[in-house]
């Protein structure tokens, strides 16, 4: 059993070297303009008339649609990356969600383009661009509170035992590589509902429910390695804002907003909090 687990590890780190290699960003970043200079291009010719009927009809008909397929690839990529996060840190990891929830948020307001008609005009604009400012002001906020959530992370190791950190993060290597199998899985089911003309709008937000399991998994496993009061409290807090997060993914315009700036609001309290509980201890510590 624990060589079958040394396995799934090895193949964790594999997958992982692969996604921090530079190379692989470029690649990205290679495939993501040529996927929305493609999208114009198809869209295009599918206005012209120029494609057969059954592939037109599965085309959106304004170009504005490859800039959310742009950024709808821009995210996966993202949330590809925060499985990553997960075995590193819990605070890194809930800190990745944030961020693509800020880029889900610029999206969505980028989406709004696609009830104006081409070129742009200002008499079809007055109801979308509220919506637009909305979650573009969202994002903004969500993106300047990171800050503020990084600059309190202390990292440190949820127990002293060396042995016992490095079996936590081979742990949480097997959740991360589940999680990737499941993003794979529900990646080809979007992939074939938007093929058969169906609507692909669950990706995300089923990703994230997953993701709350997993969390509460992680904070059940932790307690393996370390029943720390300060520390089971603040993994049930994460937690809590994945849920949050979860729950702005599916609300309704201007909610979904509030509950993603509510949710890293959140964050910052427990970060705060455990910090100076933290702080405390140590100095009990060191008086005794």
């Known amino acids: 059993m624990v060589v079958i687990l040394r396995r799934f590890v090895a193949l964790y780190d594999w997958f992982e070297q692969l996604w921090e290699d530079r190379r692989r960003e470029r690649v990205a970043a290679n495939l993501l303009i040529l996927a929305f200079l493609s999208s114009l291009i198809l869209i295009e010719l599918a206005r012209l008339g ?4 059954g592939v037109a009809s599965l085309l959106p008909k304004t170009h504005y649609y490859a800039i959310s397929t742009a950024l709808s690839m821009l995210l996966g990529l993202e949330v590809f990356g925060l499985v990553f996060s997960i075995a590193k840190s819990v605070s890194v990891s809930v800190g990745k969600q944030f961020e693509i929830l800020s880029l889900i948020l610029l999206r969505h307001s980028f989406s709004e383009l696609v009830h104006f008609s081409e070129p742009l005009g200002w008499a079809e604009a007055s109801q979308p661009v509220l919506l637009m400012l909305a979650y573009a002001g969202g994002g903004l906020s969500i993106f300047l509170l990171l800050g503020v959530y990084y ?8 127990t002293r035992d060396k042995e016992a950190a490095a079996d936590f993060i081979a742990v949480k290597k097997i959740i991360s ?4 199998l499941i993003f794979f899985v529900i990646g080809a089911i979007d992939g074939l509902k938007y093929l058969n003309g169906n609507a692909t709008n669950e990706f995300f ?3 994230f429910t997953i993701l709350i399991f997993s969390d509460v998994l992680i904070v059940l496993i932790s307690l393996r390695y370390s029943s720390s009061y300060p520390v089971v409290f603040r993994n049930s807090g994460f937690a809590v804002a994945t849920l949050l997060i979860r729950l702005a993914l599916t609300a309704p315009p201007y909610f979904s907003v509030l509950l993603g700036i509510g949710a890293i609001a959140f964050a910052i309290g427990i970060t705060f909090a455990y910090n100076r509980f933290e702080n405390a201890e140590m100095q009990r510590s060191a008086h005794i």
């Open 177 to 180: 590589l589940l999680l990737l």
């Open 50 to 53: 120029w494609l057969p009927a």
């Open 151 to 158: 600059k309190l992370q202390h990292h440190r190791a949820i």
């Open 205 to 207: 937000s089923l990703f």
